[in-house]
């Protein structure tokens, strides 16, 4: 997706310089300057300002952002945001695989890779293609978790919201249920639960009694969930196990990071307007 959380420019880099490739030979001569510099000078132009790059390109400054309105960006304050997160994401940005590192890292650093390479092996799964169709198809999903997980539970409840409408972090100590007192038609809801070692007594009670109301199931969890399976077909088992001081949650962040995406580019979803509006709902309260 070329937009996400956060308020970067909603065009990826290398969309917005193919369009200004393809674009070059139909420009006026005096921005075709500046989108040749521009090509020529991609890996410092982040130093740049619009006054320096009209000096150089032998432009009016003007003409800098008449050539950047012309292919889709606001100015050069967004064209910085968009390399900033290029250059944030990319391959680039790690320029060895950790040859540099002491031995018992690169170990570690593998075993946390391969974690994340069974994750994203899963995507075809039954299992995994179950979990997309719950939480994309459902009118209402809420999201639990427990203990060392939660806050992480939180943060998907959050990140979902954007993706889908009516998301719900659910916390059964604090408000005992009292969302679930009017059970809903069948299929209509779904229950995303986050749990591992050691799990919590609620996430299994939690879990049959969405079940018993008529609600879908979804669990993403370490390798070593003894319950789940007996409740749902929508599990998710990530490798928690890499040698760290305490359990690694990275497969569980992937795992949910890859439903997060796949519930936002479900077929009808029109998610560059909601995130055109929930950018807009921001800007009211001023947090940006």
């Known amino acids: 997706m070329s937009q996400g959380f956060a308020s970067y420019a909603e065009a990826r880099l290398d969309e917005f310089v193919g369009r200004i490739e393809a674009g070059l030979p139909r420009l006026p001569k005096q921005e075709a300057k500046v989108a040749q510099y521009f090509l020529l000078n991609l890996p410092s132009i982040s ?14 400054e003007i003409t800098v952002g008449r050539m950047l309105r012309r292919f889709g960006c606001a100015g050069m ?10 250059y944030s994401v990319s391959a680039e940005s ?36 179950a979990a997309e169709r719950h939480l994309r198809e459902a009118e209402e999903v809420y999201v ?21 409408p009516r998301v719900r972090f659910l916390s059964g100590h604090d408000s005992m ?3 679930w007192l009017d059970p809903p038609a069948p299929g209509t809801s779904c229950l995303l639960i986050i749990d ?15 079940r018993e109301q008529g609600r879908s199931v979804v669990v993403v969890t370490d390798e070593y969930c003894h319950w789940a399976h007996d409740v ?18 990275l497969g569980l962040n992937a795992a949910t990071s890859l439903l997060i995406h796949a519930t936002a580019t479900a077929p009808g979803r029109d998610i560059p307007q909601r995130l055109r509006d929930w950018k807009r709902l921001a800007h009211r309260i001023n947090i940006f």
Request: negative net charge.
């Open 177 to 179: 249920l009292s969302e």
């Open 77 to 86: 304050k967004e064209f910085k945001a968009m390399l900033l997160q290029h």
């Open 232 to 249: 749902t077909e929508a599990v998710i088992n990530t490798p928690s196990k890499t040698g760290l001081f305490l359990e690694s949650i």
């Open 47 to 60: 130093f740049e300002t619009g006054k320096s790059i009209a000096q150089k390109a032998g432009v009016a």
């Open 196 to 210: 591992v070692i050691p799990y919590a007594a609620e996430c299994e009670t939690l879990a049959r009694l969405a």
């Open 144 to 164: 639990t978790g427990f203990q060392t997980v939660r806050g992480l539970a939180e943060d998907v409840a959050r990140r979902l919201a954007l993706a889908r």
């Open 94 to 129: 790690f320029p060895d695989d950790g040859a540099d590192l002491p031995p018992d890292w690169q170990e570690q650093m593998n075993a946390e890779l391969r974690a994340v390479r069974t994750v994203y092996a899963k995507i075809n799964t039954p299992a995994f293609q």
